[in-house]
């Protein structure tokens, strides 16, 4: 099974009131002819410090190799647009320039981008030991919206671009870039993997590829960096994860950190009139096909575990194409174990001009849960052969969160989301209201892991079967359509019980099994 990091869209630089803002973003640009010369940006690869400490943790396989390197911008701000036209065509890169009001379009290389999480081996990197001798080589991938700050103080105050790529394998359009007088890391060693290096004295020696240097016109400037790495004992597991926990869900408190309170209930209705909204802008919710499929025993435990169980787990994916965020809060009446819930609708210029009643939401007090869901955002059942219904998942109540970039590209999309993962997003026992968002753009991804929610396949035959995955699936929720509100995805069980076995095909040009 193939590991994917989740993006780094959670640790966006600005949080703005855009989650209920129509964030004018083009949907494409197209090359000029005839047009002035466009003013390119200037790249140079710099070290932060010319020596880094790595803490290696027992049991870790290595250190990631987080060497403080950035890419700074100058003279014009460093932007590309990345899209596919469906799962059956490649990934295709322009870099944006600009002269006066003009917009310049150059397509990358074929081949130099292959997915959404950035330039990938845009850095060669070898370190060599006390003695001199090298011991590893490696490359890393750049992601011009990683870590990214300010150089100058001269420089915007604030970047317009999102704060991370994304790597959902079916993300569909991406928005990169890095503000001029800004740097923006490059990678922390995620996308080569850790390094087995032991205890010891290092020298890193960093520098840009050769292509991207021809690309971008940079001089080949490596830099050179002491490296410590220390043996540093048990417990190196204490950083709370940015996606969902093993049940599919994140476990933490508020991003403000503040502690609970009791508030009174509002004893008024929405503001705004009821309306049925076929006339407003709505949110399109999308279903994505699954991944992250794999076969497990349920012996992490969890609410319906089962000794000598098989377990089909997935990860699936909702977005909103748009072009109006889905907005959902829920009221809860006093001494009431659920809300109400309502969906709101606002117009091109972000005000609120409707709402309509949409369900309820309830509490969930299990263990990597402890917040708000929503019921009947999404449904899961796996079919077989013959495409009917063999088993439906337990999972059916949600915690809206913006956890993945899908579409950057498409009209209205939020480059800047607020709840990027359920610290942000879904109350606490004794909340009286709560707002769940799902901004245009970006998707909700849940893993499937735990039984319960994944689809128990101890007694079917082998074969092939389909993961299906259904957005709205009840129609309570307001959309523009709900032609692309389900998605399939083909699997083959084999094996026999105890050693179940899965074979997921790929889904056009995108392997991700």
Known sequence: MTTYHRSTLGRSAIVTAATLTMA??????????????????????????????????????????????YITVDKAALEFRVTRKSYNDPVVAQQITRSGGTTHAKTLPAGMV??????????????????????????????????????RPDAPATSRYPGGCSDNPFTLGGVWGTEQGWASGVSQGWSSGPADLAAGEYTATVRVAKKYRD?????DQPQTIKVT?????????????????????VKGKSSTGAASHVLKPNKHGPTGARTDAASLPKPDLRALPAYGISINDGSDGGVGAAAGKDYLAFGATVWNGGPSPLVVDGFRKPGADTMDAYQYFYDTNGKQVGYTPTGSMEWDPREGHQHWHF????????????????????????????????DYTVKNAN????????????????????????????GDTYSQIRPGQSFDVTGLPNGTYYIQVIANPDHRLKETSTTNNVSLRK????????????????????DAP
């Open 24 to 69: 004018a973003t083009a949907a494409g640009v197209a090359p000029t002819a005839g047009a002035a010369t466009p003013v390119a940006p200037k790249l140079k690869l710099i070290a932060a410090s010319k020596s880094v400490t790595l803490e290696r943790w027992r049991g870790d396989p290595g250190v990631y190799l987080d060497l403080g390197t």
């Open 215 to 219: 690309f971008f016109g940079m001089a």
């Open 491 to 510: 699997v083959v069980l084999g094996g026999t019980t105890g050693a179940r076995t899965v074979t997921v095909p790929a889904y056009g040009l995108v």
């Open 229 to 249: 790495v220390q043996d540093a004992g048990d417990g190196g597991a204490g950083v709370a994860p940015r996606t969902r926990a093993a049940d599919g869900e």
């Open 114 to 151: 292959k997915d959404f999480t950035g330039l990938p081996g845009f850095l060669d990197v070898t370190l060599t030991d006390a003695a001199g001798k090298q011991v590893l080589s490696t490359k890393q991938a750049f992601c011009p919206n990683d870590r990214a700050g300010r150089i």
């Open 375 to 406: 019921h009947d955002f999404a449904s899961y059942r796996l079919l077989g052969a013959d495409k009917k219904e063999i088993v439906r998942s337990g999972k059916e109540a949600f915690c809206l969160a913006n956890t993945d970039a899908i």
């Open 415 to 442: 480059w800047h989301p607020y709840n990027t993962d359920l610290a942000t997003a879904c109350g606490e026992e004794n909340s009286v209201s709560v707002r769940e968002v799902l901004d245009v753009g970006n």
